[in-house]
C-alpha cells in the first residue's frame, strides 16, 4: 500500500489531499519508481492554484523527483529493477511514495549524486541550462539580469552563469536572500522591493543596459525589465510567480529597442529523448565538476506537502525545497 497527495479540486493549499494510491498495473514503456526525495518547484503551485490546467482531474502534482526503480514494463530495454534514476518531466504525479513513469523520461544516476541532490536539482538545473545555454548563449562578454536570484532556479543561475564569465545583477526581496545570491555568484544584487531596479541596473551598466533578462516574476517586473535591456536585447520570459504579465503590443518592443521576446519551457526543450539527454548530461557535468550545487535550504514530509507550498508563496523560502516520502 502506498500513498499519494491528490488534488481533487483546484484551489488553496487545504487542495493537496493526503490519499491513499491505486496502481492499475505497469504498461509496457513504464517503470515502477520508488520515490526517495521530491522536488518542490513553482509550477507545482500553478497546477495547484489551477493558473495551469492539470490535463486530468483528480490530479497528483510533480514534475520532479528521484528514486529506484521497483518493477520494469515488458518493452523497457535499458533499466533494470535497483537502478537509481531522476526525472523532471510530465506526467504529473511526482508527490507520491510510488509512481509509475514513461522509461524515457529517466535520468540514470551515477554513483557520485545522492538522492537528494538530484531531486533538487534536475528541474530547476535543466531549466538553467537551456535558458543560459540555448535560449539565450551567455558568454564572458555577457551581462543578465536574473529575478529571484536567490530562489531554486536563481542560485543555480547565478552559479551557472559566474562559471560562463558573465556579470551578474539579480533582484532579491530581502537582505538575507542578497547574501545567498552573492555566495551563489551574483555580482550585483538589488533590493527590488527597496530600490528601483530599472535605475540600479542602468547605474551598473553605465547606461548601456544589460544583454538579457531572465525574468520568472511576471505581472510585477515584466515592463520594467525591458526597460533594462541594450537595443536588441533578449528577454525571456519564463515565469510568473507575482502573476500572468498583461497582453502588449509588438510595437513595444520596437519602441524600446527592436528588442527580442520569448516565453520559453523546459518541456518543449527537453521533449525529445536526444535533447534531454544533452541537457542532463551537461547538468550532470557541471554537478561532477562542482560548478553547480544546489542549496538546499527547506525539507518538508511528503504528506505535508501543503507547508512546502505555504512557504514557496510566501517568497519565504530560498534555494530548493524538497519532499521527503
Ligand atoms: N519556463 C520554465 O521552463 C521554468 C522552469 C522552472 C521554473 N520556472 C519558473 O521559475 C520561477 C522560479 O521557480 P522556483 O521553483 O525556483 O521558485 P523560487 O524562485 O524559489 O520561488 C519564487 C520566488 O519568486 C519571487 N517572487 C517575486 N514575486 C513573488 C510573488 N508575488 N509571489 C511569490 N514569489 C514571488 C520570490 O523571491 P524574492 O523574494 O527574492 O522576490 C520567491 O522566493 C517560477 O516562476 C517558475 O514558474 C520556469
Known amino acids: 500500500m502506498s500513498f499519494e497527495v491528490k488534488v481533487v479540486e483546484a484551489g488553496g493549499t487545504d487542495a493537496l489531499l493526503w490519499k491513499q494510491a491505486r496502481f492499475d498495473g505497469l504498461a509496457p514503456d513504464e517503470v515502477r ?18 493558473v495551469y490546467q492539470s490535463p486530468v482531474m483528480p490530479f497528483t502534482p510533480g514534475l520532479e523527483a528521484a528514486g529506484v526503480v521497483t518493477a520494469v514494463g515488458s518493452e523497457v530495454a535499458d533499466l533494470d529493477v535497483g537502478d537509481r534514476v531522476a526525472y523532471a518531466s510530465p506526467p504529473l504525479g511526482a508527490y507520491s ?11 540514470r544516476l551515477p554513483n557520485s549524486i545522492d538522492d537528494r541532490i538530484a531531486a533538487a536539482v534536475m528541474l530547476k538545473g535543466m531549466t538553467v541550462q537551456y535558458l543560459l545555454r540555448t535560449t539565450f548563449r551567455v558568454g564572458s562578454d555577457t551581462t543578465l539580469l ?7 532556479v536563481g542560485t543555480i543561475a547565478c552559479q551557472w552563469a559566474k562559471y560562463l564569465g558573465a556579470t551578474v545583477i539579480g533582484t532579491v526581496g530581502s537582505e538575507s536572500k542578497a547574501e545567498t545570491a552573492i555566495s551563489h555568484g551574483c555580482d550585483y544584487p538589488i533590493l527590488y522591493r527597496d530600490e528601483d531596479f530599472v535605475s540600479r541596473v542602468d547605474e551598473i551598466t553605465s547606461g548601456r543596459g544589460v544583454d538579457v533578462v531572465y525574468d520568472s516574476v511576471g505581472k510585477q517586473t515584466f515592463m520594467k525589465s525591458l ?11 519564463f515565469g510568473q510567480s507575482s502573476g500572468a504579465v498583461d497582453p502588449i503590443s509588438p510595437s513595444v518592443l520596437q519602441d524600446k529597442g527592436s528588442l527580442f521576446l520569448t516565453r520559453p519551457t523546459l518541456m518543449t526543450y527537453t521533449a525529445h529523448r536526444k535533447d534531454l539527454e544533452a541537457c542532463a548530461g551537461e547538468l550532470l557535468e557541471l554537478i561532477a ?8 535550504r527547506q525539507e518538508f514530509p511528503l504528506r505535508e506537502a501543503a507547508a512546502a507550498h505555504i512557504a514557496l508563496e510566501s517568497r519565504s523560502t530560498q534555494g530548493a525545497t524538497l519532499l521527503i516520502p
Open 33 to 50: 519508481l520508488r520515490h526517495t526525495a521530491i522536488g518542490v518547484n513553482y509550477i507545482d503551485v500553478y497546477f495547484r492554484s489551477g
Open 97 to 107: 511514495e510510488e509512481r509509475s513513469m514513461p522509461a524515457d523520461r529517466l535520468i
Open 146 to 152: 536574473i529575478h529571484a536570484a536567490a530562489g531554486g
Open 227 to 237: 526597460e533594462c535591456l541594450r537595443p536588441l536585447g533578449m528577454m525571456v520570459l
Open 289 to 296: 565538476k562542482d560548478v553547480v550545487k544546489p542549496d538546499i
